[in-house]
């Protein structure tokens, strides 16, 4: 059973899961099929008055595209140790050749309020209205530093801003402290 808490509550875990092997990002392509994509940089906090998730995305990702069109993501986080394959499967993989969720045996499901779905397996859920989007390029960078050491092309994130509209997490989550 997964239970609704505050966007807040354990945040903690989101972002030992984000340090460590990542969490899958989920939003519909164009057909509407889900697309999980592993990522392992995000930030949750308040922006215009609501609770927000921000989510960085390369322009070489199938999932870019995806985002440019769709009206929601979700962000699934595994529970600690596990998926790995299916992380990393997600993260090396393109969902322009195949179908990513069902090749590594993830179950898309229906979310409460976005029409991106969340993933069965994973044990913490945030449901994601986009509210913006913005492409950064090399002109934005204060850092040259953060310029040179994550961007040796011009294949630039795509930051994209998600109102958090819902998060639940499995009932074995909510015992943990």
């Not at 069109?69 to 929601?72: K, L, M, P, V």
């Given at each position: 059973m997964?239970?609704e808490?505050?966007?807040?509550?354990?945040?903690?875990?989101?972002?030992?899961?984000?340090?460590?092997?990542?969490?899958f990002?989920?939003?519909?392509?164009?057909?509407?099929?889900?697309?999980?994509?592993t990522?392992?940089w995000?930030?949750?906090?308040?922006?215009?008055?609501?609770?927000?998730?921000?989510?960085?995305?390369?322009?070489?990702?199938?999932?870019?595209?995806?985002?440019l069109?769709?009206?929601?993501f979700?962000?699934?986080?595994?529970?600690?140790g596990?998926?790995?394959?299916?992380?990393?499967?997600?993260?090396?993989?393109?969902?322009?050749?195949?179908?990513?969720?069902?090749?590594?045996?993830?179950t898309?499901v229906?979310?409460?309020?976005v029409s991106?779905?969340?993933?069965k397996?994973?044990?913490?859920?945030?449901?994601c209205?986009?509210?913006?989007?913005?492409q950064?390029?090399?002109?934005?960078?204060?850092?040259?530093?953060?310029?040179e050491?994550?961007?040796?092309t011009?294949?630039y994130?795509?930051i994209?801003?998600?109102?958090?509209?819902?998060?639940?997490?499995?009932e074995?989550?909510?015992?943990?402290?």
């Open positions: 997964k239970e808490i505050t966007w807040s509550d354990h945040v903690d875990h989101l972002k030992r899961a984000l340090a460590g092997e990542g969490v990002l989920v939003v519909l392509d164009r057909s509407g099929k889900a697309n999980p994509m990522i392992g995000g930030e949750v906090g308040i922006v215009w008055s609501r609770p927000v998730f921000t989510v960085l995305v390369r322009r070489s990702r199938y999932t870019y595209d995806c985002l069109t769709a009206d929601s979700t962000v699934n986080v595994p529970p600690t596990q998926l790995k394959e299916e992380l990393l499967f997600c993260g090396t993989k393109s969902g322009r050749d195949l179908n990513k969720a069902v090749a590594c045996g993830l898309p229906a979310a409460r309020e991106s779905p969340i993933i397996e994973c044990t913490l859920h945030y449901e209205l986009i509210l913006a989007r913005k950064l390029k090399a002109g934005d960078f204060a850092s040259t530093e953060v310029l050491q994550y961007y040796d011009d294949d994130h795509m994209v801003m998600g109102e958090i509209l819902t998060v639940y997490a499995d074995d989550l909510l015992r943990i402290k």
